[in-house]
């Protein structure tokens, strides 16, 4: 069996791991044994064949994780749309408490709403920035 065979089995198998598992940096070494493969269809010796499978196949696990690093965070569940319905509704604030809080009707149920800290709680339409426990945080709109 030739090299480029083995590389290409073995990129194979990767591939299906990662199906298997769901990580992605199983697929960034399956590039590095598909780098291998075709070192081989070049005539290339297997020592070459290995050092630049590793190479490749390492550096794009480098470069995929830096990349993963840079991306932002994702956004906690509590203040996430797709998860909470209630993030980005607008309600309706009467008059804020002494204590920073405020009793809003929203969906049919009394809530208690709380301003974003730093901000100066005014009535007036606001915006569910996302749930603290039972109580709405709200941003003016």
Request: hydrophobic share 50%; aromatic share 4%; charged share 15%.
């Amino acid at each position: 069996m030739d090299d480029s065979t083995l590389w290409w089995l073995l990129a194979g198998a990767m591939v299906v791991a990662e199906l298997l598992t769901g990580t992605v940096y199983l697929l960034m070494l399956a590039l590095g044994a598909a780098a291998g493969a075709l070192v081989a269809h070049a005539g290339l010796a297997q020592p070459l064949q290995m050092v630049l499978a590793a190479v490749v196949g390492g550096a794009a696990v480098v470069l995929c994780h830096w990349r993963r690093r840079r991306r932002p965070g994702d956004l906690p569940a509590r203040a996430d749309r797709s998860v909470n319905l209630d993030v980005g509704e607008i309600v309706q604030i009467a008059g804020w408490n002494p204590d920073g809080t405020a009793t809003v009707r929203y969906r049919g149920a009394q809530w208690t709403a709380i301003h974003r800290p730093g901000t100066t709680p005014r009535p007036g339409a606001h915006r569910v920035a996302e749930l603290v426990g039972s109580r709405l945080l709200v941003d003016p709109v």
